[in-house]
């Protein structure tokens, strides 16, 4: 029963993730770092999205994805100054704040990643895949990505 919860996790993420970063118009050097990403080459990928987001500097999308690629890699300064940077530029983008939250989760800062659950159910008082991610991340029920 276990396998089978873990498989639907992992199936669900990754939907979840090609859902997130799937922009018809993106650029190919997006494109190509949400390619990375999902290969798990995340020092590839960081290395085109500090290009894409020196050329689109207000794109939350993009700084969210290069948080997520140092998070990661452990590099938990850099990923905590991105999420915050995609956060200021969308403060509703469900997906910065769904990340951010596992971020708080995973460096033991709880309240954090509570008072980001909080926000994503004012974003959809009905529930959202981005909720039902962190709320099951920070339960332990998720795959810690």
Do not use: H
């Amino acid at each position: 029963m276990k396998n089978i919860f873990l498989i639907i996790i992992l199936i669900t993420t990754q939907s979840i993730f090609a859902a997130s970063y799937n922009k018809p118009s993106a650029s190919k050097l997006y494109k190509e770092a949400v390619e990375l990403v999902k290969k798990e080459q995340f020092e590839s990928a960081i290395k085109k999205l500090t290009k894409y987001t020196k050329k689109k500097p207000k794109d939350s999308d993009g700084w969210t994805l290069l948080a997520f690629s140092n998070r990661k890699i452990s590099e938990f300064d850099k990923a905590k100054e991105f999420y915050e940077k995609a956060i200021a530029i969308d403060e509703n983008n469900k997906t910065a704040l769904e990340y951010q939250g596992e971020f708080f989760a995973q460096i033991g800062e709880m309240e954090k990643a509570k008072e980001n659950l909080e926000k994503l159910l004012s974003l959809c008082p009905n529930s959202c895949k981005e909720y039902e991610m962190l709320k099951d991340y920070i339960s332990g029920k998720a795959k810690k990505s």
